[in-house]
């Protein structure tokens, strides 16, 4: 693994390298998540699903309630208890 030094300009701005652009498939426009802890900063690279795997992917979680028994009047309620449990 290389390391690459980066410089913040005034506005906070950083350029990736063109390597790491590459190696991702990174894009002018692409969107990338940040996390921060202590002194450590972290980029993840989001690539947005297109319209078909959407589609795909929201077959396989209806499919997947189905067969769990959940119902689309249950939604409320889960979503109330996974904010719940999140505050924990």
Do not use: C, H
Request: glycine share 4%; hydrophobic share 40%.
């Amino acid at each position: 693994m290389n390391v690459d030094l980066l410089t913040v300009s005034s506005k906070g701005q950083i350029v990736l390298p063109i390597e790491i652009r590459k190696a991702l498939s990174i894009e002018s426009g692409d969107k990338l998540a940040v996390y921060a802890s202590d002194d450590v900063i972290m980029l993840k690279a989001i690539k947005m699903p297109t319209e078909e795997e959407f589609k795909i992917k929201l077959k396989q979680a209806s499919k997947w309630a189905k067969e769990v028994g959940y119902k689309e009047e249950d939604i409320n309620d889960i979503i109330k208890s996974v904010r719940k449990n999140k505050k924990k």
